[in-house]
């Protein structure tokens, strides 16, 4: 069925692309996260006090769920059934713990990725604009869209030097 649809949109797309000088392809949001900004942004999330404070917390309720699945198979066979539902209800609570630190991690690495593509939306999009103007580009396709694409026709570095380069 993908492939299907894939082969339709080649079909709909081939006459555009054969009109136009150059096709390309083009991930905006890999673009903007590997510019200097982004990474600089990233640096300070994790320099932050209470990300770095979650990581820990993640670490150390991770390292505490692996001392809890050893104990229980070091020990586990000596243990009466209260023992061994005790443990599997500490190792619950421990994974339950350890799923929402994540959370919270991957909800403040996604809000900082968030606001550096707001930041650099606009000049990512101006910046897209002067390589195809500057290498005759006729179509832009976006490498998520992509069935297939010749690593040379990846434009997404070119544009992620030009916002670099932009201040």
């Known amino acids: ?11 709909l797309v081939a006459p555009v692309a054969m009109a136009a ?3 390309v392809v083009f991930d905006l949001q890999s673009a903007i996260l590997n510019t200097d900004l982004a990474k600089k942004r990233i640096q300070e999330m994790q ?20 001392k809890m699945a050893k104990d229980a198979e070091k ?3 000596t243990w009466n059934p209260e023992q061994t539902a005790e443990h599997r209800k500490k190792m619950e609570y421990a994974r339950a713990d350890l799923e929402l630190v994540a959370k919270k991690l991957q909800a403040e690495q996604k809000a900082t990725a968030q ?3 707001e930041e650099l939306g606009p000049k990512a999009q101006a910046a897209l604009k002067d390589v195809i103007a500057a290498d005759g580009i006729g179509l832009v396709l976006s490498t998520q869209t992509a069935y297939y694409a010749e ?9 992620t030097e030009k916002l670099n380069k932009a201040k």
């Not at 320099?47 to 692996?66: I, M, P, T, V, W």
């Open 115 to 117: 606001r550096v593509l």
């Open 21 to 23: 000088d150059k096709v």
């Open 1 to 11: 069925m993908k492939n299907a649809f894939v082969l339709a949109i080649a079909l």
């Open 151 to 159: 690593p040379s026709l990846d434009i997404t570095a070119k544009v």
């Open 47 to 66: 320099a932050n006090a209470e990300f770095a404070g979650l990581q820990a917390k993640f670490e150390s309720l991770r390292a505490d769920l692996q």
């Open 75 to 77: 020990n586990g066979v």
